[in-house]
């Protein structure tokens, strides 16, 4: 290959890696995370989450390096968004959990009253 052709292909792999690190991206990929928390909250869907959001993060911090605080408020806020929508999200996982949990507490104690009840009928304490 020549010396020409070798630089045309190191530039445009750079521009694909690059690319696929530019905030828009990782927005669009946080995004995608919180919905499939959303719908299916977990620790892999967490972690994918706070690690886009993370990178995020990062990328704001390279465009205020850069002086391009224009982007970079744009992304703070779209960052911002996303987080919202995560916290709503784990916080609506949380109320469904406490909500199985009380039912799983209400159907222990219903089960072991009617134990009880069994129990006292079998034995003939309840006859008089």
Same mark, same amino acid.
């Given at each position: 290959?020549?010396?020409?052709?070798?630089?045309?292909?190191?530039?445009?792999?750079?521009l694909a890696v690059a690319?696929?690190?530019?905030?828009?991206?990782?927005?669009?990929?946080?995004?995608? $995370?919180?919905t499939e928390f959303q719908?299916?909250?977990?620790? =892999?869907?967490?972690?994918?989450?706070?690690?886009?959001?993370?990178?995020?993060?990062?990328?704001?911090?390279?465009?205020?390096?850069?002086?391009?605080?224009?982007?970079?408020?744009?992304?703070?806020?779209?960052?911002?968004?996303?987080?919202?929508?995560?916290?709503?999200?784990?916080? $609506?996982?949380?109320?469904?959990?406490? =909500?199985?949990?009380?039912?799983?507490?209400?159907?222990?104690?219903?089960?072991?009253?009617?134990?009880?009840?069994?129990?006292?009928?079998?034995?003939?304490?309840?006859?008089?």
């Open positions: 290959m020549s010396r020409p052709a070798a630089a045309l292909v190191a530039i445009c792999l750079a690319g696929c690190d530019s905030p828009a991206r990782t927005v669009e990929a946080a995004r995608r $995370h919180v719908a299916d909250p977990n620790d =892999k869907t967490q972690a994918a989450v706070e690690e886009s959001l993370a990178r995020l993060d990062s990328q704001i911090a390279g465009l205020e390096k850069k002086d391009d605080s224009v982007q970079a408020d744009l992304y703070r806020q779209q960052a911002a968004r996303l987080r919202s929508d995560f916290q709503a999200a784990k916080i $609506h996982k949380a109320l469904r959990d406490a =909500k199985n949990a009380i039912q799983g507490i209400g159907d222990a104690f219903k089960g072991a009253g009617k134990v009880i009840s069994e129990t006292l009928q079998s034995s003939g304490t309840n006859e008089q």
